[in-house]
């Protein structure tokens, strides 16, 4: 006798396990880290995984959420639609809205589960400033859906957020002499 076994069929759009996401920090005094983050943004991108980055204080070029960059077929590069770069707490109305819509954009995108690793560039300074608050990050981290990665950056990021961190990597410069 011949008995034959039917195999379920796989949603080829969905791995048939979930592997839990970490929340990943990289912090350093000073600003030229982002090279490390978006190799390996690119890199998992170039795998299939779709990525989102984010750069909330960089501006100057005007794209806004409904611009992003595409690199390849996987990753979307999202800048604020500022006409500068931000250095300071000090923002015009136009631009402090600008911040939070991308804020917004970047909270549904996530909860909508369409990226798999989420760059969030300079956070701390954009928490430091007092332009996104902290409760609304850890809330957001908390409530993201369980599969999704979410690498934060920045110098100085906030206890709190250290506290839920899976990972963090903090860069120094050592000098030889």
């Known amino acids: 006798m011949v008995s034959q076994l039917e195999a379920p069929v796989l949603d080829s759009n969905r791995p048939p396990y979930i592997v839990e ?7 350093c005094q000073h600003r030229s880290f982002f090279a490390n ?3 390996q943004a690119l890199r998992i991108a170039g795998q299939g995984t779709p990525v989102l980055v984010v750069q909330f204080l ?3 070029i005007a794209q806004g959420c409904d611009r992003p960059v595409t690199l390849g077929q996987h990753l979307d590069w999202l800048r604020c639609n500022l006409p500068r770069s931000v250095n300071t707490p000090d ?3 136009g631009e402090a809205t600008s911040l939070l819509e991308l804020w917004e954009h970047t909270k549904r995108v996530v ?8 760059v969030l560039d300079e956070l701390s300074l954009a928490i430091n400033f007092g332009l996104i608050p902290e409760g609304e990050v850890l809330t957001f981290l908390r409530d993201r859906p369980s599969q999704v990665d979410v690498i934060l950056t920045g110098p100085d990021m906030p206890q709190g957020i250290l506290d839920v961190a899976d990972q963090i990597t903090e860069l120094r410069r ?3 002499p």
């Open 21 to 27: 996401g970490l929340v990943q920090v990289f912090t």
């Open 37 to 39: 983050v978006i190799a």
């Open 58 to 60: 960089k501006g100057g």
């Open 91 to 93: 923002l015009e109305d």
């Open 111 to 118: 909860a909508e589960g369409k990226y798999t690793l989420v």
């Open 174 to 176: 050592s000098y030889r």
